[in-house]
């Protein structure tokens, strides 16, 4: 092994990312130094020292082939991400969607980083960006003094955005004679899903509540402040009458079994765990007051006796200017020191992981001094991080992988469902290809380092 190789790589924080860059760095016969606050400093929004906890849903969203996440999921099972292993060993039911039991998860993620004989934890807060070669992946609740230290070091100015996670109520305070198993146009088979129906009078009285109800932050939230996709059920409420049942409480593919008819509105709550002992009320995420939540929520239809397990929270969540003061891969310029996750403003479960994958692969071609990955932008991961990094970019916010980034096909396709499909043939097959160039860094089967992954 070149004396390069030998050297030890710091990772700081042991989130989705920071977990899935110890292990990929590890395989690789890389040393690597973990550094994580918890428990020593525990954050606002995580409730145990497990790596890899998954602080707002359970679900690592779609599974179907000809769909963003579906692409990206295949792009990490290609590159052997671990912690896509391990989702969907702890996989539990979530229809079209890979959901997983958030404790076995987190659990199975510490044992193997916990168990590696390349991994040294330390549980403490880091406060200084470390020595180089490192990957910072301490998450968009990374301490003030860290954050402060990556401003100072990149010269720009802080940015954020507000996060919210919703509640988690016991199973066996569901009124089961009134809310029904069901997955959306799948009448004939057990659902994955549980549905609590609501009809006009119920679904009105419940936003007139719910705009009524005392939040946390009293202040009026401006949007440019709340990232689209995680804003609290109450301020998409506050847009229109009928934002939610055209939204997270859409009644579209359901019948309610007790009249055969589809309800006006429905809450959906999907299991938190293999067991299915505690469910999430699924779009949910909140600013109310605990006492308002308890309140409010205790007047959907079958939820009137219903234990809540966690109430829903809100966090301030941070990331930098990626596309202006990262390089493609990354890495504060002319460094080798990387950002990873959602502090990059890369939003999403899935994508954390494929971060902290990439962070790993580009980190290890620093040190055997190949090329750095550049993974085709016609992909899921790659169109990403061309976002992500794109110095064009105006008035960055964090984004998921979606379509959207897609660039467009050579041919004009109107129909979409059309469209998507060639763009998942073309996105699989030049992904591939890419693969199959870089045998420096990506491992194929029968190859040593693909029996350890």
């Known amino acids: 092994m070149k004396d390069s190789m030998k050297k030890q790589v ?14 990929q760095l590890a395989a690789r016969g ?40 579906g692409i990206l999921k295949r792009e990490l099972a290609g590159m052997k991400s671990f912690l896509l292993q391990f989702a969907q060993a702890t996989a539990v039911p979530a229809g079209g969607a ?81 809310v029904f198993a069901q ?12 549905n609590c129906p609501l009809n ?29 996709a995680c804003q609290p ?34 809450v959906q709550l999907r299991a938190e765990n293999a067991d299915a002992t505690a469910y999430n009320l699924v779009g949910f995420q909140t600013n109310l007051v605990w006492s308002e939540q308890r309140r409010v929520f205790s007047m959907i239809s ?7 397990l966690r109430y829903g929270v809100m966090h301030r969540n941070s990331f930098v200017d990626a596309p202006h003061a990262l390089t493609p891969s990354f890495a504060i310029p002319h460094t080798h020191v990387r950002l990873a ?40 991961l790659g169109s990403l991080v061309s976002y992500a990094t794109d110095p064009n970019t105006k008035e960055y916010q964090p984004m998921h992988v979606n379509f959207g980034l897609f660039p467009p096909l050579d041919e004009e396709i109107k129909k979409k469902d059309e469209r998507r499909r060639r763009m998942t043939q073309r996105a699989q097959r030049d992904f591939d290809a890419y693969l199959s160039t870089r045998h420096d860094i990506f491992v194929q089967e029968g190859d040593a380092l693909a029996t350890s992954l």
Not at 368 to 378: F, S, V, Y
Request: aromatic share 6%; glycine share 6%.
């Open 183 to 194: 997955s959306r146009y799948r009448e004939d088979e057990k659902g994955d899903y549980l």
């Open 341 to 380: 996750g959602q502090l990059t403003g890369t939003e999403g479960y899935v994508e954390a992981i494929a971060s902290g994958l990439l962070a790993a692969l580009n980190t290890y071609a620093d040190l055997i001094t190949a090329p750095e990955i550049c993974l085709p932008k016609t992909g899921a």
């Open 302 to 308: 079958g939820l009137g006796e219903a234990e809540f």
């Open 10 to 23: 710091t990772v700081i924080g042991a989130g989705l990312a920071g977990s899935e860059c110890a292990l």
């Open 233 to 266: 059920i109450e301020e998409v409420a506050r847009t229109g009458v009928d934002s939610l049942r055209f939204g997270a409480l859409k009644p579209v593919g359901l019948t309610d079994p007790r009249d055969g008819r589809r309800p006006w509105a429905a």
């Open 98 to 178: 890979l959901a997983v039991d958030r404790e076995k998860f987190s659990s199975m993620v510490t044992t193997a980083i916990s168990s590696n004989p390349l991994i040294k934890v330390e549980r403490r807060e880091a406060v200084e960006i470390p020595a180089e070669p490192c990957v910072i992946a301490a998450g968009p609740l990374c301490s003030d003094s860290l954050y402060d230290a990556i401003s100072q070091r990149l010269g720009t100015h802080r940015m954020s955005f507000y996060d919210a996670a919703a509640p988690i109520i016991a199973a066996d305070s569901i009124d089961r004679s009134i």
């Open 30 to 69: 890389i040393e690597v130094l973990l550094i994580e606050q918890r428990p020593t400093k525990q954050s606002p929004a995580h409730h145990t020292s497990n790596f890899a906890e998954l602080v707002c849903s359970n679900s690592l969203k779609s599974t179907k082939e000809e769909s963003a996440a």
């Open 200 to 228: 006009k009078n119920e679904y009105e009285t419940f936003i007139h509540e719910l705009l009524a109800a005392r939040r946390v932050v009293s202040h009026e939230f401006e949007q440019r402040d709340l990232f689209q």
